[in-house]
């Protein structure tokens, strides 16, 4: 069976600005790092918002894993107050020491309680749901109480067409941050990982595979559409996404169409309570799924779904999907 390998590279071990120091629960709270001043205020606009910075933010909530992971790599880590989520326990090792030095607030999101008790300057969220109105924590009322948002564009509801969209959102960050330079070389290595992949595929001559990306589901399968992140990997990978007319980033579709569309390859997203095993296992026994031909050749990759967000995650889940399905390409 194909199954996913961690992909290492040199350049996954080299960021620049990073400050790898650790600090107490109680160090967090009482200080966020210092900035200078802007010398001339800095707007930027995300997600249609309007936002003006006179200085860099000093105290940071960070409320998806990817995002800590993301701000630690530009060299903003130290201003991290409080942390979404953060119990993962495969932490980007170039980030671990000062990823776990940051309270986690909660198992998933920090309550509007938790959040203003740490006074922050800007909420920065990897996800929409992580300023769900339902539960109090809008953008609208976090900026309506003096704290400052920013949302990764993969959720503003455009898709994720091209690397131009992480390029906009990391400068922008880069920007307000005051962390333009590792800001900067974070997205060039990011895009230079992905362009090395592609074009190792395209010096082989790797025509893309019809590849269906499961993501969940028995009686009616979840799977990609043609507008997110995973779309775009799929494109870097040779990984022909068969819903590619999605108009979503998810979608839910049958195992009749599936069947039709007779799959060379799966994606198998590994995440949540349902094990990646357990999901292959119902694949192969699912009676339209066996007859086709990613089934029948056992052309299956594992790639953890924390690899397909808007971070440089998602240069290691590029590779590993490529690496699976064209190894000739890569000399295997």
């Known amino acids: ?51 003006t910075y006179t200085e860099p ?43 776990h030095a940051i309270p986690s607030l909660a198992e998933e999101y920090p309550t509007w309680e938790q959040i203003v008790d740490l ?29 400052n948002t920013f949302l990764f564009s993969e959720y503003c509801g455009e898709g994720f067409p091209d690397l131009s969209m992480l ?17 900067r070389g974070l997205t060039d290595r990011i895009t230079d990982e992905m362009e090395d992949v592609r074009a190792t595929l395209d010096a082989a001559g790797v025509t893309g595979l019809p590849t269906f990306f499961y993501d969940s589901g028995e009686a009616e399968p979840t799977t990609i559409g043609g507008v997110g992140i995973g779309q775009l990997i799929g494109e870097y990978a040779g990984a022909d996404n068969i819903f590619s007319e999605g108009d979503r980033p998810y979608l839910k579709t049958t195992w009749e169409i599936l069947g039709e569309r007779r799959p060379e ?4 997203l590994d995440y949540g309570a349902t ?10 026994a699912q009676p339209i799924m066996a007859t086709t031909p990613a089934i029948r050749e056992d052309r299956i990759v594992v790639v953890p ?14 590779e590993a999907i490529a690496r699976e399905l064209h190894p000739h390409a890569f000399g295997q």
Do not use: W
């Open 1 to 51: 069976m194909f199954r996913h390998r961690p992909v290492t590279t040199a350049a996954a071990l080299l960021v620049a600005g990073l400050a790898l120091t650790g600090c107490s629960r109680g160090e967090a709270l009482e200080a966020g790092g210092a900035a200078e001043p802007f010398a001339e205020p800095v707007t930027i606009t995300n997600c249609e918002r309007e936002a």
């Open 57 to 99: 933010p000093r105290r940071i909530i960070s409320m998806n894993d990817h995002v800590t992971e993301t701000l630690i790599q530009m060299g903003a880590g130290d201003r991290i107050v409080g942390m979404g989520y953060g119990e993962q326990n495969d932490v980007l090792p170039e980030v671990a020491d000062q990823f």
């Open 119 to 147: 006074e922050p300057d800007l909420v920065v969220a990897g996800m929409r749901s992580a300023f769900d109105d339902k539960e109090g924590r809008s953008r609208d009322a976090l900026e309506a109480a003096g704290i």
């Open 167 to 183: 390029e906009t959102d990391f400068s922008q960050l880069g920007r307000v941050l005051g962390v333009e330079d590792g800001a």
């Open 265 to 268: 390859a799966i994606v198998v």
């Open 275 to 284: 094990s990646a095993e357990d999901k292959i296992a119902y694949l192969r």
């Open 305 to 318: 779904l924390s690899d397909f967000f808007e971070s440089s995650r998602m240069t290691t889940s590029t």
